[in-house]
């Protein structure tokens, strides 16, 4: 299918390519046939169309002067028009700038003049130093808690090493107690085990002398006649059995000494050892009632020290509220002089302008009644020096008069205008006030704006008024209302007008 679709194109382009010839052949007869019938009529008419392509090319040329002539001075009235309105857009631009810039240095001027401003500032500085100093009392405050705090740890460290060296002491005593049993229960073994053996040797002993006894008396038994014999050996027997018996009683003796000695032994090492280990508890407790007393001072001392510390922050807190105190009376005391000053200020002002006006006036009417005499005096002279007649003296001096009227009412109009300048200056001073006032206000209310919400809580007392709370948000007025509340909750409503809390 593509290779048929591929042959139909091929064709349609083919025709095309003939089309497209065919046409270009009748193109080039019909150009053909107008260049013969041109050239035929150009022989013709060779003068007419020369003498007509003349003149075209005169009224083309006229034509195009004409059209450049327009079109300069189209772009000239353009240029021009261009021009003004640039120096116009100029003029726009540097009057607006200079009137920027005039109002711009107005301002700096009233700024750095203004003696609200000025206290504002100073109360906007004063409020951060309140700030400055709330935060470092709560500061002061969370390292006397953490200083507490670290006190009533040491208290329990120490606490519990207390408990730990009495439970210690507890079990050393525990210790020396069950060693001293176990020492009692050993020196009882040994006593029994020595009165044992002493039993034992005694029960021996009497074995033997019974065995002894048994011995002799079988032999007096025995032979009876060989007593007599043997008496000597019997009596030497018996001597031996003496010997032994006193040397059995000298052991015994002995025996008893030694075992008296090492009893007495015993009972030294064991008071030895008692008199040490009360000695070593002795200095124990010595040593525990030193730690004591050395934890009794330093608790006291330390309870003393802070009990000094927060006596010296009251009294620094005391001392800061009563200057700010003093500060703000005396602060109030200077704003109250300096109304009172100006109101004094004003009313001089007012009666000097008064008397001013008053002998001004009285001077004009005096130096217009002798310019009046002056005039007609030297219109009289005039007059007599020019020797006139009556008549003629009194039409003179009438109209010497209508000109001296006429000179005094020109003074008066020119007067009438000197007070219409000083009136229109008086307006202009005025605006110029009320624009410096305008420029304070908005110098105030900026200031605010950047510092009231920094400082809610913290600005001095009447800084706000009533109606400055229209140009804050509502968050703003919502915070300052509340501690309003709070503040009047506390000390009531004293009419001294808006204010912050501290």
């Known amino acids: 299918m593509s290779r048929h679709w591929t042959g139909r194109q091929q064709q349609r382009l083919v025709s095309q390519r003939e089309n497209q010839e065919q046409l270009r052949l009748q193109e080039v007869k019909r150009v053909h046939r107008e260049r013969q019938l041109k050239d035929g009529v150009r022989a013709e008419e060779s003068f007419e169309r020369r003498r007509y392509q003349r003149q075209m090319q005169e009224e083309l040329q006229e034509s195009q002067v004409q059209s450049a002539l327009l079109t300069a001075e189209e772009e000239r009235i353009n240029r021009e028009k261009q021009l003004e309105q640039e120096e116009r857009l100029n003029e726009q631009l540097a009057r607006i700038n200079y009137e920027t810039q005039r109002e711009e240095k107005m301002r700096q001027i009233v700024k750095m003049n203004s003696m609200e401003l ?5 109360k906007l500085k004063s409020a951060y130093l309140n700030k400055e100093r709330a935060a470092q009392i709560a500061e002061q405050a969370v ?5 507490m705090r670290e006190e009533a740890d040491f208290a329990r460290k120490m ?5 730990r ?3 210690e002491k507890q079990k050393v005593e525990q210790r020396r107690l069950e060693e001293l049993v176990r ?3 050993e020196l009882e073994q040994q006593l029994v085990e020595r009165e044992r053996k002493k039993q034992e040797a005694y029960e021996e002993f009497l074995k033997e002398k019974v065995m002894i006894d048994e011995i002799v008396r079988k032999i007096y038994e025995e032979d009876q006649t060989e007593r007599q014999l043997k008496l000597e050996k019997v009596k030497a027997t018996q001597q031996h059995i003496e010997e032994f018996m006193k040397q059995q009683a000298e052991w015994r003796r002995m025996e008893q000494e030694k075992a008296e000695a090492e009893n007495q032994r015993i009972r030294e090492f064991l ?3 008692e008199n040490v280990e009360e000695s070593r508890m002795a200095k124990i407790k010595e040593r525990e009632r030193g730690k004591e007393h050395l934890h009794k001072i330093l608790s006291e001392k330390i309870e003393k020290e802070r009990q000094q510390r927060e006596e010296m922050e009251r009294v620094r807190e005391e001392l800061y509220l009563e200057e700010q105190e003093e500060a703000n009376r005396q602060r109030d005391i200077e704003e109250m002089e300096k109304k009172i000053r100006q109101r004094l200020t004003i009313q001089q002002t007012c009666q000097q302008q008064m008397a001013f006006k008053e002998m001004r006036r009285r001077t004009e009417k005096e130096e217009e009644e002798a310019f009046r005499k002056i005039m007609m005096a030297k219109f009289s002279e005039d007059d007599r020096l020019e020797q006139m007649n009556a008549q003629k003296r009194r039409m003179k001096q009438l109209e010497h008069k209508r000109e001296v009227e006429k000179l005094i009412e020109d003074r008066r109009r020119q007067h009438e205008a000197d007070m219409e300048l ?3 200056e008086r307006a202009i001073e005025q605006e110029r006030e009320a624009l ?3 420029i304070i206000e908005e110098e105030r209310l900026r200031l605010l704006k950047r510092h009231a919400t920094n400082l809610l809580g913290y600005l001095p007392k009447g800084l706000l008024r009533e109606d400055d709370l229209e140009h804050f948000d509502e968050d703003f007025r919502k915070n300052f209302t509340t501690r309003q509340a709070d503040i009047l909750s506390e000390d009531g409503w004293d009419g001294d007008g808006w204010d912050g809390d501290k």
């Open 159 to 163: 606490k519990s090493e207390y408990e």
């Open 183 to 185: 020492c009692q229960r």
């Open 118 to 122: 000025r206290e504002l500032e100073s």
């Open 271 to 273: 008071n030895h050892r």
């Open 143 to 147: 390292m006397r808690l953490a200083t």
């Open 422 to 424: 000083e009136a229109k």
């Open 436 to 438: 410096r006032r305008q």
């Open 165 to 167: 060296a009495d439970v």
